[in-house]
């Protein structure tokens, strides 16, 4: 039997890792892939389960048999998936025992019944202990394959039971080399993607698929330099604004550290690219008003507001706080 082509770039050694495993027979019970959002851990926990399960003698995954196209489509009855109510939602301990009851289930027809359990990390810890049974006694063929942005929200009662697997982003040359080879993405905006997407390989296609992602990010930018124009009092009424919903801030402000590090590193000559490259223009009129020391003080404040999100502060306050770190109009 040959290896087949598990569609996953940029991650070549976790494949490989996965792969040995397989042909070695030392696959584990529980995995748990940790990386950045849209890095790959789904289309990396996809792959493996249908290695695991695709029927073709030859050449595993083929991509072509049965449960090959239904694991991809997301419709195969052993493959289970955890659910939120929201994006900003917890994942409820209600869910994942459910879950765990189908995952204890024989499977249908596949060699593994899998369950892949979608932002793991968003669990509180009274929700993950619900998974610590299925852990300690997973029933015969099941498997589980946890996802998660970060280990710091993961029981360590969870992690020591788990293959831990870090998927780190991958190479903007990569992620250029995938868009232009695989979906015929034309030169120019082929680099300005794979910059944007900081290695996120799956929020680069996304963003072929979905323009608006674009579209919001360029309104986001837009809106740091109208700021960048603006009085004090002005500022605080965006930041009241902006306060109402704290899902779309949390990317806003992703956004705007790219910006700030960008011109960081252009008024100290680093001769590092910058990410937001459609934007060098207006960067490099940035850095010649203000100081690097000044670029880095907004970076530190924007990048302590990111951090601050995940706690009970007070977000318009937070967003006020961080206005009187940015350079003054």
């Given at each position: 039997m040959s290896d087949g082509n598990w569609q996953v770039y940029g991650h070549d050694w976790a494949v490989e890792h996965l792969r040995k495993g397989i042909a070695h027979g030392r696959i584990r019970h529980a995995y748990l892939i940790v990386g950045a959002e849209s890095v790959g851990k789904e289309t990396l926990a996809r792959a493996f389960a249908s290695t695991l399960n695709c029927t073709n003698p030859e050449v595993q995954p083929c991509g072509e048999c049965s449960s090959c196209r239904r694991i991809a489509s997301g419709n195969h009855p052993d493959i289970v998936y955890s659910e939120r109510e929201s994006e900003t939602s917890p994942l409820k301990i209600e869910e994942i025992r459910s879950v765990a009851q189908r995952l204890a289930l024989k499977p249908f027809e596949a060699r593994y019944r899998i369950a892949i359990f979608r932002d793991f990390d968003s669990a509180q810890p009274r929700a993950q202990d619900a998974l610590l049974k299925t852990l300690e006694e997973p029933a015969p063929h099941a498997m589980l394959i946890l996802l998660a942005k970060s280990l710091d929200a993961i029981l360590p009662t969870i992690t020591s039971r788990s293959q831990v697997i870090h998927l780190r982003p991958a190479a903007t040359a990569v992620v250029e080399d995938v868009l232009k080879a695989?979906?015929?993405?034309?030169?120019?905006?082929?680099?300005?993607?794979?910059?944007?997407?900081?290695?996120?390989?799956?929020w680069a296609i996304r963003a072929l698929e979905q323009p608006e992602l674009l579209e919001q990010r360029n309104a986001a930018l837009d809106l740091l330099e109208q700021i960048l124009t603006m009085t004090r009092a002005q500022r605080f009424e965006q930041a009241n604004d902006l306060a109402k919903d704290k899902a779309a801030l949390?990317?806003?402000?992703?956004?705007?550290?790219?910006?700030?590090?960008?011109?960081?590193?252009?008024?100290?000559?680093?001769?590092i690219e910058p990410t937001n490259i459609d934007r060098g223009l207006t960067l490099q009129k940035l850095t010649e008003h203000y100081s690097p020391e000044t670029m880095l003080t907004a970076l530190n404040a924007t990048r302590g507001s990111l951090q601050q999100l995940n706690t009970n502060a007070n977000v318009r306050l937070l967003l006020e706080v961080m206005f009187l770190d940015y350079p003054a109009a």
């Open positions: 695989k979906y015929g993405v034309e030169d120019e905006p082929a680099a300005l993607l794979a910059r944007v997407s900081g290695g996120r390989i799956g949390m990317t806003l402000l992703e956004l705007w550290q790219t910006y700030w590090r960008d011109a960081l590193l252009i008024s100290t000559y680093s001769g």
